[in-house]
């Protein structure tokens, strides 16, 4: 079988989360030739008159075929008591039983002490917190006719399929040196490769954690979704996997073996998944263990088949006001996932593209929040076009980069890389510091976190509707907020924004003073209803709790369109904000005049794009010069304000 030559060929190198050190420990009745064994294999010879005990014995990992350091220990029921033996076997990796062939009171034993003595020193039923366990039939140089290897096999059979974690027996003399290395072999093969997890002997299928694995890999290595391998997809699996190329007579070999041996592992001269399933099953029954658990690390899996932690979740440092953004390299994996899922070619993914987009994962990263549509309706989720794909992706790096990351991996972003050994932390950005970012006046960063706060009703929420057109809406029913992200160019460049409300009574006033807003938030958007008189009152005391150094600041007035009204507060909005240092308030009518807020969210970004230095009043410099701008831009706030000025004029003069 070609493919498998070569593919154990190439897993004998090191392979990622292979454990560095093997720890084995002989137990059996005396005079089954413990000692006897571990003193032929270090002094390749046999030896009559042994000590009743040996010391441990290291064998260094330059000299085994797994590049391993083997830690051999030696038991005896005369030089210890059992409760020495049971605090070894509570450390082995694992455990050697040593019978002889010529005491059959020594091989029932294994079954009747042995065994119930390892099962219950490690609290372990077979598979929970089980240790693998190898059978050693030793003087194997007593046998007297050919029929005695024959009975063995006869009578080791059964204690294979009543104990699980039984890897395997092997039988050797250490008189004759005869399959002395093999035993300690295989007992490193039991714990670097092991059985267990993978393989019901009795069933002789594999277990259900081995064949969703499996399956995932199938999945992810399937890059035109058909749900077939083509030569071209096993190719790239077998040089991501092993390094090494797949000849045709070896690939054609492949597709011989699954073709003679299953009804439908072939389909269009194409590998199906079950054929693939098949493919590892024969490595497992083959004892070609290390073949399958090559494949299995390579893409992230530990002994216990699932993904190592630090696979999904590897070391990244972030400062508490840095921020994460998604990678050019990111953004194109993202931009290949989404385009070959998308079968339908709509531009936009259907339900069922939805599902097999997610089957390699834990399930969508949204399905705890709700998909709210740009036009107000909610009973309907929009649909996920590549934009509003790429947009959530975007908010979840900056939101929640751990996550980010997670489902990259599980997306198989890993696959991607061109350097090896390359992790999914090559995905983000990390930013450079907001403190850093307001000394120097600028930031290179690409996502702008807003918060809105004001009173229920005066328009936040549309902004964030505004803002998700052409991105997405997200309302989380565990903290009531929503979140909007949006692509906006600014100058030759784009740039995201995000904007949050916190519609939770008080939830505005416990977010304006965290210290979360100073860390994260780039601009603080006070929002209050130019025709409610109350309305200003509260952002500006909203404003006075904001922590120092922190997010630029910038004040909206909405429903401009409307009569407005003088404000219940010592100052109005404008003389407010002159006499703090911020720019006049910008007016704005959300409903009848929706076109005019995209120059408003530019002008947010740029404002974000400036940060100010701690103590410098944000109408000196180009703070004041972005919001004038910002005013003239927007056509309806000049309306406004002349409105606003010929109603307080009408006042003074009643």
Same mark, same amino acid.
């Given at each position: 079988?070609?493919?498998?030559?070569?593919?154990?060929?190439?897993?004998?190198?090191?392979?990622?989360?292979?454990?560095?050190?093997?720890? %084995?420990?002989?137990?059996?009745?005396?005079?089954?030739?413990?000692?006897?064994?571990?003193?032929?294999?270090?002094?390749?010879?046999?030896?009559?008159?042994?000590?009743?005990?040996?010391?441990?014995?290291?064998?260094?990992?330059?000299?085994?075929?797994?590049?391993?350091?083997?830690?051999?220990?030696?038991?005896?029921?005369?030089?210890?008591?059992?409760?020495? !033996?049971?605090?070894? %076997?509570?450390?082995?990796?694992?455990?050697?039983?040593?019978?002889?062939?010529?005491?059959?009171?020594?091989? +029932?034993?294994?079954?009747?002490?042995?065994?119930?003595?390892?099962?219950?020193?490690?609290?372990?039923?077979?598979?929970?917190?089980?240790?693998?366990?190898?059978?050693?039939?030793?003087?194997?140089?007593?046998?007297?006719?050919?029929?005695?290897?024959?009975?063995?096999?006869?009578?080791?059979?059964?204690?294979? $399929?009543?104990?699980?974690?039984? =890897?395997?027996?092997?039988?050797?003399?250490?008189?004759?040196?005869?399959?002395?290395?093999?035993?300690?072999?295989?007992?490193?093969?039991?714990?670097?490769?092991?059985? $267990?997890?993978?393989?019901?002997?009795?069933?002789?299928?594999?277990?259900?954690?081995?064949?969703?694995?499996?399956?995932? %890999?199938?999945?992810?290595?399937?890059?035109?979704?058909?749900?077939?391998?083509?030569?071209?997809?096993?190719?790239?699996?077998?040089?991501?996997?092993?390094?090494?190329?797949?000849?045709?007579?070896?690939?054609?070999?492949?597709?011989?073996?699954?073709?003679?041996?299953?009804?439908?592992?072939?389909?269009?001269?194409?590998?199906?998944?079950?054929?693939?399933?098949?493919?590892?099953?024969?490595? !497992?029954?083959?004892?070609?263990?290390?073949?399958?658990?090559?494949?299995?690390?390579?893409?992230?899996?530990?002994?216990?088949?699932?993904?190592?932690?630090?696979?999904?979740?590897?070391?990244?440092? #972030?400062?508490?006001?840095?921020?994460?953004?998604?990678?050019?390299?990111?953004?194109?994996?993202?931009?290949?996932?989404?385009?070959?899922?998308?079968?339908?070619?709509?531009?936009?993914?259907?339900?069922?593209?939805?599902?097999?987009?997610?089957?390699?994962?834990?399930?969508?990263?949204?399905?705890?929040?709700?998909?709210?549509?740009?036009?107000?309706?909610?009973?309907?989720?929009?649909? !996920? *076009?590549?934009?509003?794909?790429?947009?959530?992706?975007?908010?979840?790096?900056?939101?929640?980069?751990?996550?980010?990351?997670?489902?990259?991996?599980?997306?198989?972003?890993?696959?991607?890389?061109? +350097?090896?050994?390359?992790?999914?932390?090559?995905?983000?950005?990390?930013?450079?510091?907001?403190?850093?970012?307001?000394?120097?006046?600028? *930031?290179?960063?690409?996502?702008?976190?807003?918060?809105?706060?004001?009173?229920?009703?005066?328009?936040?929420?549309?902004?964030?509707?505004?803002?998700?057109?052409?991105?997405?809406?997200?309302?989380?029913?565990?903290?009531?907020?929503?979140?909007?992200?949006?692509?906006?160019?600014?100058?030759?460049? =784009?740039?995201?924004?995000?904007?949050?409300?916190? $519609?939770?009574?008080?939830?505005?006033?416990?977010?304006?003073?965290?210290?979360?807003?100073?860390?994260?938030?780039?601009?603080?958007?006070?929002?209050?209803?130019?025709?409610?008189?109350?309305?200003?009152?509260?952002?500006?005391?909203?404003?006075? +709790?904001?922590?120092?150094?922190?997010?630029?600041? !910038?004040?909206?007035? *909405?429903?401009?369109? $409307?009569?407005?009204?003088?404000?219940?507060?010592?100052?109005?909005?404008?003389?407010?904000?002159?006499?703090?240092?911020?720019?006049?308030?910008?007016?704005?009518?959300?409903?009848?005049?929706?076109?005019?807020?995209?120059?408003?969210?530019?002008?947010?970004?740029?404002?974000?794009?400036?940060?100010?230095?701690?103590? #410098?009043?944000?109408?000196?410099?180009?703070?004041?010069?972005?919001?004038?701008?910002?005013?003239?831009?927007?056509?309806?706030?000049?309306?406004?304000?002349?409105?606003?000025?010929?109603?307080?004029?009408?006042?003074?003069?009643?």
């Amino acid at each position: 079988f070609e493919f498998e030559r070569a593919s154990a060929a190439a897993s004998a190198a090191d392979t990622p989360a292979m454990r560095k050190d093997v720890r %084995i420990v002989l137990v059996g009745d005396k005079d089954t030739g413990k000692t006897t064994l571990i003193q032929a294999l270090i002094r390749e010879r046999f030896q009559p008159e042994v000590p009743p005990l040996t010391d441990e014995f290291v064998i260094p990992p330059d000299v085994t075929p797994e590049s391993v350091t083997t830690h051999i220990i030696d038991t005896s029921l005369r030089a210890q008591d059992e409760s020495q !033996i049971e605090e070894e %076997i509570r450390k082995a990796h694992v455990i050697c039983i040593v019978y002889a062939v010529n005491d059959p009171g020594s091989f +029932k034993r294994v079954t009747s002490h042995w065994l119930p003595t390892v099962r219950r020193t490690l609290n372990s039923d077979g598979e929970t917190n089980a240790v693998p366990v190898v059978l050693v039939a030793t003087k194997i140089d007593t046998y007297t006719s050919p029929n005695d290897a024959q009975k063995l096999e006869r009578d080791v059979t059964p204690i294979l $399929a009543q104990f699980p974690e039984v =890897e395997t027996c092997v039988e050797c003399s250490s008189k004759e040196l005869k399959h002395i290395s093999e035993v300690f072999y295989l007992a490193q093969i039991a714990v670097l490769h092991p059985t $267990a997890p993978l393989y019901n002997a009795r069933t002789h299928t594999l277990k259900p954690a081995a064949e969703k694995a499996l399956s995932r %890999i199938f999945s992810l290595c399937d890059k035109d979704k058909d749900g077939l391998l083509n030569d071209d997809e096993i190719k790239a699996f077998q040089f991501y996997c092993f390094g090494s190329p797949l000849s045709p007579s070896e690939l054609n070999g492949v597709k011989e073996v699954v073709r003679e041996s299953t009804n439908d592992g072939i389909r269009n001269n194409c590998l199906t998944r079950s054929g693939f399933l098949f493919l590892h099953r024969l490595f !497992i029954e083959r004892s070609r263990l290390e073949t399958t658990w090559a494949v299995l690390r390579v893409f992230g899996y530990e002994d216990n088949v699932t993904l190592k932690s630090e696979f999904l979740h590897p070391p990244i440092v #972030v400062a508490k006001d840095a921020s994460t953004e998604l990678t050019a390299k990111a953004y194109d994996f993202l931009t290949t996932i989404f385009k070959s899922h998308n079968k339908s070619g709509t531009g936009f993914l259907s339900t069922d593209e939805q599902a097999e987009l997610w089957s390699t994962t834990p399930g969508n990263p949204w399905r705890e929040d709700t998909f709210l549509r740009p036009d107000e309706t909610c009973n309907e989720p929009p649909e !996920i *076009t590549l934009d509003r794909f790429l947009a959530l992706w975007t908010l979840l790096a900056f939101d929640n980069y751990e996550k980010a990351m997670e489902y990259l991996a599980y997306l198989g972003f890993c696959m991607y890389q061109e +350097k090896e050994g390359e992790t999914v932390a090559s995905a983000l950005l990390v930013t450079r510091s907001r403190r850093t970012d307001r000394a120097a006046r600028s *930031t290179n960063r690409s996502v702008f976190m807003c918060y809105a706060f004001g009173q229920r009703g005066a328009g936040k929420t549309t902004m964030l509707r505004l803002l998700a057109e052409h991105g997405i809406i997200l309302y989380s029913p565990a903290t009531g907020q929503r979140t909007a992200i949006g692509r906006i160019r600014v100058g030759r460049s =784009e740039k995201y924004l995000v904007m949050r409300e916190f $519609a939770v009574a008080g939830a505005d006033l416990d977010q304006v003073q965290s210290q979360a807003c100073a860390d994260q938030c780039d601009v603080a958007c006070f929002v209050y209803d130019t025709s409610d008189p109350s309305s200003f009152a509260y952002v500006a005391g909203l404003q006075s +709790k904001l922590i120092t150094p922190g997010p630029q600041c !910038i004040y909206v007035g *909405t429903k401009a369109d $409307a009569q407005p009204v003088e404000q219940e507060y010592p100052e109005q909005p404008a003389d407010f904000c002159a006499s703090r240092g911020f720019a006049s308030p910008v007016l704005l009518s959300l409903t009848t005049n929706p076109g005019k807020t995209k120059p408003f969210f530019q002008s947010i970004v740029e404002l974000a794009m400036k940060p100010k230095p701690d103590g #410098v009043r944000q109408d000196q410099g180009e703070g004041l010069t972005a919001m004038l701008a910002l005013k003239i831009l927007i056509g309806v706030a000049v309306v406004g304000a002349v409105a606003y000025k010929a109603h307080r004029h009408w006042q003074a003069k009643q």
